[in-house]
Structures are given as structure tokens and as C-alpha cells.
T-cell receptor, first 115, second 116 residues
């Protein structure tokens, strides 16, 4: 079975550019999460969706960040304009409500470097 | 307040030594789940174990064991006879009934280095 698929794996961009990260969750999972990992702050939850609807975006750092989930098999995280402090590894994860436990299945992450 | 505290940021052990990774959590919920995830150098987070708040039995899986103590709000992870392949960052995490269980809060992680 395919796991959570993220793209790109690596992105290097210049300050001010728009960055779009993509995620395909595991088929049948009805929750999708975006996390950001940095050395200083560890893993931070940015936003999560249930059945394509954003439930909690309190972790989104500022208006430069936006996330969408147009359908059950695709989500994007966009940063516009990007800044050097956005450099981090961004993880997408999905889960199923059936177990109702919160167990997450993670993608391999997208490593973003903003110069 | 931090909900999940992993006080050890980095640990180094020599291969075959036992090592315990500490995790202390904070919650007002009576129903919650605790997790451990492993992040090897390749970067992907891998689920290791889940424990619900009503099950304080210790669990052993091969060289891995977990000690859950509600009295001290701790969920510690022990690796017996460590191996180089155990080198990774280990995260303790919490999901709570009040968050619908789906909102998982992670600790800062403990980086374990096993030296051959």
C-alpha cells in the first residue's frame, strides 16, 4: 500500500518567492495534517483537515502561510512570500478516524531552504 | 505550558548498553493516548507504540520496552542492548480526548547516538 506521498522532497528558493508543497494522504484516511520541524521548536502542528475541511489552523505562523485540501487525495501548503526563517522540514501526515486514537502516518517530508 | 517534555535532548551510549528515554506529559483529560515515534537519519517518522490512559501495563517488544506510570505522568522508553541501527531521534507524543484525539502534540525529541 502506498504511504503518504509528499513533493518536492527538497526545495531551495530565494527569499520572496512562492513555495508550494504537496501531499497525497493514504487512501481512506479522513484526517490530514501539516507539521513543521525545526531544530529549535521540534515538530509543530500547523494545520489539520477532516474530510477536506480545515479544523484547526492555529499553528499557522502568519498570513504568508496557507493550506488547502480541494479533495480527499490532495493537499497543498503554500508560503508566499517565503522568508529564510521558513527554512524547515515540512511533514504531511494522515490518519483514520476509525481507530480514534490519533496514530499518524507520515510522509518523508519536504526540506525547504529559503536563501 | 509544554504538554510533552523530553528533558534529554541528546544521549550517547556505547553499543550493547541499555538506554532509557524519558517522557513526561501534562493533561487534564482522563482519556488520552501516548505515543513514541522514531525518526531515523533518513527523516521519516515511524510509529513505535501507542498506549491509552487506561492501560498502565508495561509493554515489551523485542529489545524495546515502555513504562507507563500515571502517578508520575511519565511514559519512558527503554532500549535494551542498544545497536547502531537504534541511532535516531525519538519523539514522545500525546493526543487527548478534548482534542478529538486527532490533534497530536509532540515533545522536542531525544537524539540517541549509539556508538559502535
Amino acid at each position: 500500500d502506498a504511504g503518504v506521498i509528499q513533493s518536492p522532497r527538497h526545495e531551495v528558493t530565494e527569499m520572496g518567492q512562492e513555495v508550494t508543497l504537496r501531499c497525497k494522504p493514504i487512501s481512506g484516511h479522513d484526517y490530514l495534517f501539516w507539521y513543521r520541524q525545526t531544530m529549535m521548536r521540534g515538530l509543530e502542528l500547523l494545520i489539520y483537515f477532516n474530510n477536506n475541511v480545515p479544523i484547526d489552523d492555529s499553528g499557522m505562523p502568519e498570513d504568508r502561510f496557507s493550506a488547502k485540501m480541494p479533495n480527499a487525495s490532495f493537499s497543498t501548503l503554500k508560503i508566499q512570500p517565503s522568508e529564510p526563517r521558513d527554512s524547515a522540514v515540512y511533514f504531511c501526515a494522515s490518519s483514520s478516524d476509525r481507530g480514534n486514537t490519533g496514530e499518524l502516518f507520515f510522509g518523508e517530508g519536504s526540506r525547504l531552504t529559503v536563501l | 505550558a509544554q504538554k510533552v517534555t523530553q528533558a534529554q535532548t541528546e544521549i550517547s551510549v556505547v553499543e550493547k548498553e541499555d538506554v532509557t528515554l524519558d517522557c513526561v506529559y501534562e493533561t487534564r483529560d482522563t482519556t488520552y493516548y501516548l505515543f513514541w515515534y522514531k525518526q531515523p537519519p533518513s527523516g521519516e517518522l515511524v510509529f513505535l507504540i501507542r498506549r491509552n490512559s487506561f492501560d498502565e501495563q508495561n509493554e515489551i517488544s523485542g529489545r524495546y520496552s515502555w513504562n507507563f506510570q500515571k502517578s508520575t505522568s511519565s511514559f519512558n522508553f527503554t532500549i535494551t542492548a542498544s545497536q547502531v541501527v537504534d541511532s535516531a531521534v525519538y519523539f514522545c507524543a500525546l493526543s487527548e480526548a478534548s482534542g478529538g484525539y486527532q490533534k497530536v502534540t509532540f515533545g522536542i525529541g531525544t537524539k540517541l547516538q549509539v556508538i559502535p
